[in-house]
């Protein structure tokens, strides 16, 4: 009998200590009303939101601002940089079992669509609503760039993430090279025209790339970088799709499905300049992405390269490179005598699985804040908010004349939850073009074809496929 | 005991394991079977009957055979050179003394990461910071830079990385059987006047074949799966596709694309062709009694 009741009590003391170990104490409600972010952080203080995204300028700029958020709210941040496929695959595994591990997650905004349908993600519009969560000065619609902010962040009208950073397309080259006397006299000499930088044509870009590609110089120098690797081949390709106006989907917003366009003949084109282009890139371009692409530019390798603004601090920066002052910046020329420059960022959503919500809201919203939004900056960011180009310092960097260039410029991208398949049928589409086994416009009519059975009846071709 | 003691209560200490058996190994393959006969994309809400359509889908999907090919391509000779040179590393080695020094050197390969491996070999072939374009420049290769951007090469770069991680221990596993291998058998043959190509013609060789075989057929299924340290060489399968090997192919069916059933369906197919290999190598080696 005695024996009975203590292992009774065991039991009941064990389930005790169970239930008490997983209980998660529910925080007191938010206040009322805006007091301040340490107010409305109050009954999250102590908590870590843990965060996950790609290990580039953006998400760096704030491993190095976190303190001041730490110390305004009691909330830790446990920032998880991972590789860029990394972090995909990670947040989309999450997005299955509905169960991150994760509070906050910064994913590119074209993955906005299958987090919205797997319904794996919190709409950002139920803590704008709430009264002592909302700083009432913030409000994104109208400090944000747009249309950028409309394509990154909502999804077919309701509001589900905030953009890390404002990405586009850029060309990064070697101001000094470009500059030299020595070099225009001999590409005046070689092509009968002067040089022009930023080109205005494509053919004055192509001639560039064909200028200052010497293999067999010591050490080689190379036209132009283009990063051909398996995961970055399709963003830098849009870049000259966009710039010969051309388009995958014929839809004005990212999340409406528009005919298969792909393979019209603007994109033919685009496909045929891009592949002139690769002839003039290192040997080793096909495997590239992105950190091995800047790494190579940074080292002086390559005269140009085409990338995307969220990591021209890395060519500003002495620490990162000797070459720091000596890179200028342009935009893809577009047909028309304009630019070109594709939407891109990385959106921070709010799982559903999040332990602290109002707490990853509050970090979203205090890293909205337009002095948060300065330092950011400053530390190697591209600030999505208007107002943070108004400060003279950020006003007198050598990139910053190009990114507001490009706000009229830019052009959306699918955010369908079919996004990355189409992703996946041109990047194998493409490597078919550039590797010669097809000609531009067979791997492209292949491509449209595969997307519009992809897409089964939400959309038809618009060109006839061979 | 009685001849049929497994069927009686004796039984049921076998229960834990078969269950561990069946939610790990029988549960997950049922779920496969499943999904290969659906049309099944959570990452898209899709999921319906499908029948056989995933199975005639990739037999009209070019990427799949291409990747097929470089795969069975790599497979075949990353396995046979890498048994090959751990065999001749391990006679060799056999005839010096100081062999068993040599075993850490052996291990070392096998024993980093995967992807670390890879990552070294990559910046040894890299066009600007590594040092093989020195030896193709000698060797007055075309474009010499390029190790990476053509298909043959990079093959022979992946398949050189392996040579490097597994000959070592495969060296080592030869180099046990040789230690084993009759000792009044070599004395026999050396007293007779046999040299060193008598003892390998009659003892080495007849007591190597089957372990060899052994090796190489694991070899071959072990670098089927090798999905990780081609992804990290070639950053995804380059050049422009030409070294997405199966495994690197099958991870964007279902990670990139959340086309799980097509993805499934491919696993199935390539699961039931290396149960047929397994079963013939079972069948010839071990049930001969050959596999000692």
């Given at each position: 009998?005695?024996?009975?009741?203590?292992?009774?009590?065991?039991?009941?003391?064990?389930?005790?200590?169970?239930?008490?170990?997983?209980?998660?104490?529910?925080?007191?409600?938010?206040?009322?009303?805006?007091?301040?972010?340490?107010?409305?952080?109050?009954?999250?203080?102590?908590?870590?939101?843990?965060?996950?995204?790609?290990?580039?300028?953006?998400?760096?700029?704030?491993?190095?601002?976190?303190?001041?958020?730490?110390?305004?709210?009691?909330?830790?941040?446990?920032?998880?940089?991972?590789?860029?496929?990394?972090?995909?695959?990670?947040?989309?595994?999450?997005?299955?079992?509905?169960?991150?591990?994760?509070?906050?997650?910064?994913?590119?905004?074209?993955?906005?669509?299958?987090?919205?349908?797997?319904?794996?993600?919190?709409?950002?519009?139920?803590?704008?609503?709430?009264?002592?969560?909302?700083?009432?000065?913030?409000?994104?619609?109208?400090?944000?760039?747009?249309?950028?902010?409309?394509?990154?962040?909502?999804?077919?009208?309701?509001?589900?993430?905030?953009?890390?950073?404002?990405?586009?397309?850029?060309?990064?080259?070697?101001?000094?090279?470009?500059?030299?006397?020595?070099?225009?006299?001999?590409?005046?000499?070689?092509?009968?025209?002067?040089?022009?930088?930023?080109?205005?044509?494509?053919?004055?870009?192509?001639?560039?790339?064909?200028?200052?590609?010497?293999?067999?110089?010591?050490?080689?120098?190379?036209?132009?970088?283009?990063?051909?690797?398996?995961?970055?081949?399709?963003?830098?390709?849009?870049?000259?799709?966009?710039?010969?106006?051309?388009?995958?989907?014929?839809?004005?917003?990212?999340?409406?499905?528009?005919?298969?366009?792909?393979?019209?003949?603007?994109?033919?084109?685009?496909?045929?300049?891009?592949?002139?282009?690769?002839?003039?890139?290192?040997?080793?371009?096909?495997?590239?992405?992105?950190?091995?692409?800047?790494?190579?530019?940074?080292?002086?390798?390559?005269?140009?390269?085409?990338?995307?603004?969220?990591?021209?601090?890395?060519?500003?920066?002495?620490?990162?490179?000797?070459?720091?002052?000596?890179?200028?910046?342009?935009?893809?020329?577009?047909?028309?005598?304009?630019?070109?420059?594709?939407?891109?960022?990385?959106?921070?959503?709010?799982?559903?699985?999040?332990?602290?919500?109002?707490?990853?809201?509050?970090?979203?919203?205090?890293?909205?804040?337009?002095?948060?939004?300065?330092?950011?900056?400053?530390?190697?960011?591209?600030?999505?908010?208007?107002?943070?180009?108004?400060?003279?310092?950020?006003?007198?960097?050598?990139?910053?004349?190009?990114?507001?260039?490009?706000?009229?410029?830019?052009?959306?991208?699918?955010?369908?939850?079919?996004?990355?398949?189409?992703?996946?049928?041109?990047?194998?589409?493409?490597?078919?073009?550039?590797?010669?086994?097809?000609?531009?416009?067979?791997?492209?009519?292949?491509?449209?074809?595969?997307?519009?059975?992809?897409?089964?009846?939400?959309?038809?071709?618009?060109?006839?496929?061979? | 005991?009685?001849?049929?003691?497994?069927?009686?209560?004796?039984?049921?200490?076998?229960?834990?394991?078969?269950?561990?058996?069946?939610?790990?190994?029988?549960?997950?393959?049922?779920?496969?079977?499943?999904?290969?006969?659906?049309?099944?994309?959570?990452?898209?809400?899709?999921?319906?009957?499908?029948?056989?359509?995933?199975?005639?889908?990739?037999?009209?999907?070019a990427t799949f055979f291409e990747s097929l090919k470089v795969t069975v391509a790599y497979a075949t000779a990353a396995g046979l050179i890498s048994v090959v040179a751990g065999v001749v590393l391990a006679v060799a080695l056999s005839q010096i003394t100081w062999r068993r020094r040599a075993i850490p050197f052996l291990l070392a390969p096998f024993f980093t990461a995967p992807v670390v491996a890879a990552l070294i070999f990559m910046l040894a072939v890299d066009a600007d910071l590594g040092?093989?374009?020195?030896?193709?420049?000698?060797?007055?290769?075309?474009?010499?830079?390029?190790?990476?951007?053509?298909?043959?090469?990079a093959l022979a770069v992946a398949v050189a990385l392996d040579v490097w991680q597994w000959s070592g221990v495969v060296g080592l596993f030869v180099l046990a059987r040789i230690e084993t291998v009759s000792r009044p058998l070599l004395e026999l043959v050396v007293t007779s006047g046999g040299g060193w190509k008598a003892r390998l013609v009659s003892v080495w060789a007849p007591s190597l074949r089957t372990p060899v075989a052994g090796i190489l057929a694991f070899r071959f299924l072990w670098?089927?799966?090798?999905?990780?340290?081609?992804?990290?060489?070639?950053?995804?399968?380059?050049?422009?596709?030409?070294?997405?090997?199966?495994?690197?192919?099958?991870?964007h069916q279902y990670f990139r694309n959340g086309e799980y059933g097509y993805g499934s369906a491919a696993s199935l197919l390539l699961y039931l062709v290396a149960l047929i290999g397994a079963a013939l190598v079972v069948r010839t080696l071990v049930l001969r009694d050959k596999f000692v």
């Amino acid at each position: 009998m005695k024996f009975t009741s203590i292992r009774f009590v065991a039991v009941i003391g064990v389930a005790l200590g169970i239930a008490t170990a997983c209980h998660r104490e529910a925080p007191a409600p938010p206040p009322s009303e805006w007091k301040g972010l340490s107010e409305a952080a109050r009954p999250y203080s102590g908590r870590t939101i843990k965060i996950l995204g790609e290990n580039l300028p953006p998400l760096q700029s704030l491993e190095r601002l976190r303190g001041d958020f730490e110390r305004s709210t009691g909330i830790k941040l446990d920032i998880n940089l991972k590789d860029h496929s990394t972090a995909i695959r990670s947040i989309l595994a999450g997005s299955l079992s509905h169960e991150y591990d994760y509070d906050l997650v910064f994913i590119p905004h074209k993955e906005m669509g299958r987090l919205v349908a797997t319904d794996s993600v919190l709409p950002l519009d139920q803590f704008f609503r709430q009264r002592g969560l909302r700083d009432p000065t913030f409000d994104p619609k109208k400090q944000l760039v747009q249309p950028f902010f409309d394509e990154v962040g909502t999804y077919q009208g309701r509001w589900y993430g905030l953009p890390l950073y404002l990405g586009g397309s850029i060309v990064v080259y070697r101001r000094d090279l470009a500059e030299s006397e020595q070099e225009r006299a001999a590409y005046r000499a070689r092509f009968g025209e002067e040089m022009v930088v930023p080109p205005k044509t494509h053919e004055q870009w192509l001639h560039l790339a064909q200028h200052f590609y010497r293999p067999d110089a010591q050490p080689p120098l190379y036209g132009i970088a283009l990063l051909l690797s398996d995961e970055a081949l399709w963003y830098e390709w849009q870049s000259a799709l966009f710039s010969f106006n051309g388009n995958v989907l014929d839809a004005k917003h990212g999340w409406e499905y528009g005919d298969v366009v792909v393979n019209s003949p603007e994109a033919i084109k685009a496909t045929d300049f891009y592949r002139d282009l690769s002839h003039y890139a290192p040997p080793d371009a096909v495997k590239y992405s992105w950190p091995l692409g800047i790494a190579k530019m940074q080292a002086g390798v390559n005269f140009m390269t085409l990338l995307q603004y969220d990591v021209v601090n890395e060519f500003e920066n002495p620490e990162r490179t000797k070459l720091a002052g000596k890179f200028g910046y342009f935009l893809p020329p577009d047909v028309n005598g304009g630019c070109a420059s594709q939407l891109e960022s990385w959106v921070g959503f709010i799982p559903k699985s999040a332990r602290s919500p109002e707490a990853s809201w509050l970090l979203l919203q205090w890293m909205m804040r337009p002095d948060i939004q300065i330092q950011l900056h400053l530390e190697g960011n591209v600030s999505p908010r208007l107002s943070t180009y108004d400060d003279p310092r950020i006003r007198s960097q050598r990139p910053t004349a190009v990114i507001l260039e490009s706000l009229h410029c830019m052009t959306p991208k699918p955010t369908i939850p079919e996004a990355d398949g189409i992703q996946q049928i041109l990047t194998e589409e493409l490597q078919t073009a550039l590797s010669g086994k097809a000609s531009s416009k067979a791997a492209l009519d292949n491509a449209a074809k595969r997307i519009a059975d992809r897409l089964g009846n939400k959309t038809k071709l618009r060109y006839p496929v061979q | 005991m009685p001849k049929d003691a497994r069927f009686g209560w004796q039984s049921k200490f076998v229960l834990p394991a078969a269950t561990v058996v069946a939610s790990m190994a029988i549960a997950p393959f049922a779920l496969l079977c499943w999904q290969a006969f659906h049309n099944f994309n959570p990452l898209e809400g899709r999921n319906t009957f499908a029948g056989f359509d995933n199975f005639l889908a990739l037999v009209h999907d070019a990427t799949f055979f291409e990747s097929l090919k470089v795969t069975v391509a790599y497979a075949t000779a990353a396995g046979l050179i890498s048994v090959v040179a751990g065999v001749v590393l391990a006679v060799a080695l056999s005839q010096i003394t100081w062999r068993r020094r040599a075993i850490p050197f052996l291990l070392a390969p096998f024993f980093t990461a995967p992807v670390v491996a890879a990552l070294i070999f990559m910046l040894a072939v890299d066009a600007d910071l590594g040092f093989v374009h020195y030896f193709a420049e000698w060797l007055r290769m075309s474009d010499p830079r390029a190790m990476l951007s053509r298909p043959g090469r990079a093959l022979a770069v992946a398949v050189a990385l392996d040579v490097w991680q597994w000959s070592g221990v495969v060296g080592l596993f030869v180099l046990a059987r040789i230690e084993t291998v009759s000792r009044p058998l070599l004395e026999l043959v050396v007293t007779s006047g046999g040299g060193w190509k008598a003892r390998l013609v009659s003892v080495w060789a007849p007591s190597l074949r089957t372990p060899v075989a052994g090796i190489l057929a694991f070899r071959f299924l072990w670098c089927l799966g090798d999905g990780e340290k081609i992804d990290a060489l070639t950053a995804g399968g380059a050049p422009y596709g030409a070294m997405q090997v199966l495994p690197i192919w099958l991870s964007h069916q279902y990670f990139r694309n959340g086309e799980y059933g097509y993805g499934s369906a491919a696993s199935l197919l390539l699961y039931l062709v290396a149960l047929i290999g397994a079963a013939l190598v079972v069948r010839t080696l071990v049930l001969r009694d050959k596999f000692v």
